[in-house]
């Protein structure tokens, strides 16, 4: 089984940026797609970024699409998500995730085996 620890959540201002990291345990990690989902109180769990085993394909939301940028670093077993001029609409709980069929990039919650508990992000205007 796969346990994901996310960290880096926190308040920040509109305009600032924050950096989400999502530690993966087992030795298997190499071949797993990672991706980051959010949902907001009252509203569908959304994807925002995918990125495949490799590294070498990501996938981005439409509505972070030029703001945000996933990456990975095998040799750490860990995911980031970096998150730069925020906006309000960012707040939301954030949940990382890993897909055990890598060389995809899957933008739907139901392709993801593993989950992390998720992590606050508040953007004050």
């Known amino acids: 089984q796969v346990q994901l620890v996310e960290s880096g959540g926190g308040l920040v201002q509109a305009g600032g940026s924050l950096r989400l990291s999502c530690a993966a345990s087992g030795r298997t990690f190499s071949s797993y797609a990672m991706g980051w989902f959010r949902q907001a109180p009252g509203k569908e769990r959304e994807f925002v970024a995918g990125?495949?085993?490799?590294?070498?394909?990501?996938s981005y939301g439409d509505s972070v699409k030029g703001r945000f940028t996933i990456s990975r670093d095998n040799a750490k077993n860990t995911v980031y998500l970096q998150m730069n001029s925020l906006k309000p609409e960012d707040t939301a709980v954030y949940y990382c995730?890993?897909?055990?069929?890598?060389?995809?990039?899957?933008?739907?919650?139901?392709?993801?085996?593993?989950w992390g508990q998720g992590t606050q992000v508040t953007v004050s205007s």
């Open positions: 995730a890993a897909d055990e069929t890598g060389w995809r990039v899957a933008n739907y919650e139901y392709r993801y085996d593993y």
């Open positions: 990125i495949n085993a490799s590294g070498r394909s990501t």
